[in-house]
């Protein structure tokens, strides 16, 4: 069973370099050595200045291949999935790219990296060709006693080498440079998750609610596991391991790596995060968050840290092609303009009414509470954010309690309205709003607050478009408000509330809503989310 999009385990790597060389044509190609040298090369490459080689396993992209261009690698070997390239491979790539100035290697610190790349320049030297080697061994995470990691440190290697070399620099002279800037990078990753490796069962070895501080890209254990909880604490675990290579009054530039499965809305948390820590004002420029040396789809990220001097400086702000290398960004937050006047809160006058604030804290407790269960039910059908919508919603109008009309029903279903507009995501926000506005504007006019909140959700059937039976909310408050219209008894509105619910269980096609997009077997037994939601308000506050 394929839990991968890959055509075979034989053809992984040759068939994503086919697809990234899609349109490259004229910046970068590949050597024809299929399946045994995959090696990528710079289609415009002239053999006139030092050549730049890297590479190891494949399963790191866009590293190395995504790192070919100009000011950056001439050429990047690319092995197996977390396997080092041969030793052919690696020569053939060599003698690719290496005229009278040399070539020099940029080598990730792996016993079977350093051998075939090593035992494939003492080749090359004994063709005649100028080849050195430089060794990366960045990262932190074990004891000085064993040999430390190249990870993805070793792409600040790349683009300070880089533009030495494409400013035309001898091959001595790249390579002390590539030398001094390896011997100023540190790494460290933390990982929520493992990464899966085609073709082979996973087995995670990360328990819920713990992470790994320093794991290899190659999915090998990290330093230790650690209680996760929090980005901030996150960042506080790296960084606080990150600052003891640090040295005082000395400037950083900082990388942000994506380790393959974070999402961009993680990632610029962590972002943030380092912006807000203490070492912040000793980092000159931030590179990322982005995907630079990744490990499959690893649920984590790493930080590399380069002490800058003016050359090291120099060479990271050396121009490269905007996609080859991320640009580099100030460590500074942008200033927050104003909110526009009309979106200010009215002005309430605060009165008090003890029975609507009860009854009012009574539905945040019920939404609060009911938020996991509500985010599961949702889950079945939708996007599993029911809960978690109605809680925040529960808990802003819990904080303003205090700043509320409680004693005016019209001020009251304004204030609830404008509150839920603003702090409830998604059309059942948006749509609760309207019912409550609906519903001030109709006390206004005379009407009593029951005959009011129903022709609230008379109109919001006229702009949702749904009606009873569609299987939404509508199902459970539609009968509610008509039993409080009827006899204005909460016990029996609760009752037809709870009856309109699980109604919906039988409903197996939805005419509104997201649900309306979910297949049939889907939506049997299980209750609309917001119907049940309003089922449980009412029993909570009859309860």
Known sequence: ????????????????????????????????????????????????????????????????????????????????????????????????????????????????????????????????LKVEVVIVDDDIALPNDIQARGIAGTVFVHKVAGAQAEQGKTLEEVTNFAKMAASSVYSLGLSLMTCSIPGIDHQ??????????????????????????????????????????MEEDRKYAVLLNNLGGCTPLEMAIVAGEIEKSELSPSFSYLYGPALLMTSLNMQGFSISILKLTQELEEALLFPVPGEVWPQAKKLESPEILAVPQALENTAWIASEQPEVRN????????????????????????????????????????????EFPLKDNAQFFSAVSELLSRSMGGSSGVLIAIMFSAAANKVKSGKDWKSALHAGLQ???????????????????????????????????????????????????????????????????????????????FEGIVA
């Not at 020099?104 to 990296?113: E, Q």
């Open 1 to 128: 069973m394929m839990d991968h999009f890959i055509n075979s385990k034989e053809t992984i790597v040759t068939d994503a370099i086919d697809g990234f060389l899609l349109g490259r044509g004229n910046t970068i190609t590949r050597l024809d050595g299929y399946p045994d040298i995959k090696v990528v090369v710079r289609s415009d490459w002239k053999k006139e200045k030092v050549a730049l080689i890297s590479g190891g396993g494949s399963g790191h992209e866009p590293a190395h291949a995504g790192f070919v261009g100009s000011g950056l690698l001439t050429a990047a070997v690319c092995g197996e999935v977390f396997a080092s390239p041969s030793v052919d491979a690696v020569l053939a790539g060599i003698l690719a790219v290496t005229g009278p100035s040399g070539c020099l290697l940029i080598v990730k610190n792996y016993t079977g990296d350093r051998l075939n790349f090593g035992l494939a320049a003492e080749k090359a030297r004994a063709l005649g």
């Open 204 to 245: 995670e070895r990360i328990e819920p609610g713990m992470a790994e501080l320093g794991l290899g890209i190659h999915g090998e254990p990290g330093a230790k596991k650690v209680h996760h909880e929090t980005a901030t604490d996150a960042i506080e675990l790296v960084l606080s391991n990150l600052a003891n290579k």
């Open 359 to 402: 009854l009012v804290l009574k539905c945040c407790d019920v939404l609060e509470q009911q938020e996991k269960f509500l985010n599961e039910l949702d889950a079945k059908i939708g996007d599993g954010d029911t809960g978690s919508s109605l809680a925040n919603a529960a808990r802003t109008l819990r904080k303003a309690i205090d």
């Open 459 to 537: 109109r919001v059937m006229e702009m949702g478009g749904a009606r009873p039976g569609d299987r939404t909310f509508i199902d459970a408050l539609g009968p509610a408000l008509k039993k409080l219209q009827e006899n204005n008894n909460l016990i029996e509105a609760a009752r037809a509330a709870r009856q309109g619910s699980d109604r919906t269980r039988d409903m197996i096609s939805a005419k509104a809503g997201r649900a309306a997009y979910v297949p049939k077997e889907y939506l049997t037994g299980v209750p609309d989310p917001g119907a049940e939601a309003v089922a449980l308000i």
